[in-house]
C-alpha cells in the first residue's frame, strides 16, 4: 500500500471508533440514569480501574498501558462530563504536579479550579465549589505532607482514590542553546533534584533563582530568551515553551502519591482496596504495640505507619497515620475497628494504585 491507501484506512478505521464511541455514550448514558435513580456516584475510581487493567491483559499489539490508560481515563472523564459536569480543585498554580495528577485522571474536558493552599481545595470540597479536590499526600524522597494529615484529621471528606505519580523534571527554554542561557528559574528543592545535570552543563556565573513554583518558573522564562525553567513537561506544554531536555533529574525514583478529596466515601469495594486511618491512642506501656498486634492477627498487611504531633495540651503526644491493604467493611478490620472505634478516624477506602 502507498501512503494515501493507508491514510484512507486510518480514515476508515477512525470514523468505526467514533461510531463506538458514540454508542459507548449512549450505554453510559443509561448507567447514568440507573445511578441518578438509585443516588450512586458517577465518580467510580474501582471500575475505572477494572476496565483499564482489563484492557492492558488484552491488548496484544503495540498499545501498552502507559497508552492505554490515558486514552480510556479520557473517555471516562467525557463520558462523566456529558452526564454531569464535574468540577475539580487542585493545590495550584495552573501547571503544577497536582494539575498534572488531576488531568491526568479526571480528562482535559472537566472544569478545574487552580486553589492557593491545601486548606483550600478542602473548603470548595466541603462548600460544595467543586465536586472532588487533588492534594499530595506524600513523595517518596521528602516524605508525608504534614498539613495534608493534618487537615484530614478535623475533616469530614472522605480519599476515594489515590493518584500515584513519577515526578519528572524538564529544562525549558525559548533560548536555541544553553551557551546563550543567563538564568534559570525554578522551586528551591527543584535545583536539589536536578544537582548533576546544572553542574553538567553550567558554570558557576549561571544565576539561579528561586520560584514559589515550577510553573511560575515557565512563566518568566516565556518572557526572557536568556532565561530557562526547571519544570514539568506538563507546564511548558500548557504554556507552548519549547522543552531543550527532558528527565533531567539526579534520581529516576522520584514519586508522588495524590489523593482525591470527596464529600461522600467509598462503600464499593474493588478487587484490590486500599484504606486510610488515623489513630490516637491512650498513654500507656505496650499500647502500640498492642494495637498493631491485632492487625497482625486478623492477617491484615500494613503498607505505612507515620506518626503526627497531637498538637493537644502541653505533653509530647502523638496520632498515627496507618494505611494497610483492605476496605474498611472488611470483616477482619471490622473486628478491630469495633474494638478501637474511639480510638480510629476512618479517612477512606479505595482502589489501591500502589
Known sequence: MNIEELRIKIDKIDSEILKLLNERMDVVHQVGVIKSAANE????????????????????????????????????????NIELPERISFLGPEGSFTHQAAESNFGSTSKYLSLNSISAVFDSVQNNQAKYGIIPLENNQEGIVQETIDLLGISKLKIIAELPMSISLSFSTRADDVKNIKKIYSKDIAFKQCKDFIDNYFDEDIELIPVNSTSAAVKFADADIKSAAICSRFASVQRNVPILFDNIEDSKNNHTRFVVLSSSENIVKSKKDKTSILVNLTDGHGVLAKFLQEFHDAKINLTKLDSRPAKKGVDFKYIFYIDFEGHYLD?????????????????????RMI
Not at 475505572?48 to 492505554?68: A, H, Q, T, Y
Not at 470483616?331 to 482502589?351: A, D, H, M, T, V
Open 41 to 80: 456516584s458517577v465518580y467510580r475510581p474501582e471500575r475505572e480501574k477494572e476496565i483499564i487493567e482489563r484492557l492492558v491483559d488484552l491488548s496484544k499489539g503495540r498499545m501498552k498501558k502507559e497508552s492505554i490508560r490515558p486514552i480510556f481515563q479520557e473517555i471516562f472523564a467525557t463520558a462523566r
Open 331 to 351: 470483616s477482619n478490620f471490622q473486628i478491630i475497628y469495633k474494638r478501637y472505634e474511639e480510638n480510629i478516624k476512618l479517612l477512606g477506602s479505595y482502589p
